[in-house]
């Protein structure tokens, strides 16, 4: 399995909390992306990285913020989490841009009540 | 705005059945089509596609790609109860700075009762 670990898994947070969401690899891959699944839509990108403290919003930002200090941390954090975040949050990294050589991580379950 | 929509969003089906899962999509900047299994937890990959009428097959599953009719199919043959997942289209487009992102499509429910 390739090297990418999120963290926590599962998550149970109040409304009005922030939260921050890790996805750690050990590939050393450049391209890094935080995905949201929910019901009916599949999967839906919210920011990406191509590199170390190189960041760009995805279709659904709103909300989210990243940050990537090291080639091999991208973390997640809402601000200000809403019930409307309530999903499973994927990770994903790739070397190329193409993602036939993409990998998923195994995601995170974030509640917020 | 790019969208992917796949069809049937459920089947379900008895062990040695044949299954086909369509995907149609419309987005701009098409690189390519990717298919993905889902049973628990992470998207697996399956295939990617970016020519038209060239089938790719992998054991008892295949795919093949309309870029005219933007449509994509994957079929599965004498389904098995690990057959079970969602299964995921996607359509991979370019986005700023040379980096791509992925369209997902709803996904399909596919359950294989023995």
């Known amino acids: 399995d390739a090297g990418i670990t999120q963290s926590p898994r599962h998550k149970v947070t109040e409304t009005g909390t922030p939260v921050t969401l890790r996805c750690h690899q050990t590939?050393?891959?450049?391209?890094m992306y935080w995905y949201r699944q929910d019901p009916g839509h599949g999967l839906r990108l919210i920011h990406y990285?191509?590199?170390?403290?190189?960041?760009d919003k995805g279709e659904v930002s709103d909300g989210y913020s990243v940050s990537r200090s090291k080639t091999e941390d991208f973390l997640l954090t809402l601000e200000s989490a809403t019930s409307s975040q309530t999903s499973v949050y994927f990770c994903?990294?790739?070397?190329?841009?193409?993602?036939?050589?993409?990998?998923f991580g195994q995601g995170t379950r974030l509640t917020v009540v | 705005e790019d969208k992917v929509v796949q069809s049937p969003l459920s089947l379900v089906v008895h062990e040695g059945d044949t299954v086909t899962l369509n995907c149609s999509y419309e987005v701009t900047n098409f690189r390519s089509l990717l298919w993905y299994k889902q049973e628990k937890k992470a998207p697996t990959f399956l295939f990617m596609l970016t020519s038209s009428g060239i089938e790719k097959k992998s054991g008892r599953l295949s795919s093949i790609l309309d870029k005219k009719e933007l449509f994509s199919i994957l079929n599965i043959t004498a389904t098995q109860t690990g057959d079970s997942a969602i299964y995921l289209c996607a359509v991979e487009n370019l986005v700023g700075r040379g980096a791509q992102k992925l369209v997902f499509g709803q996904g399909t429910r596919l359950t294989i009762n023995p």
């Open positions: 590939e050393n891959h450049r391209y």
């Open positions: 994903a990294i790739s070397e190329s841009r193409s993602y036939s050589e993409a990998f």
């Open positions: 990285s191509y590199g170390v403290k190189d960041t």
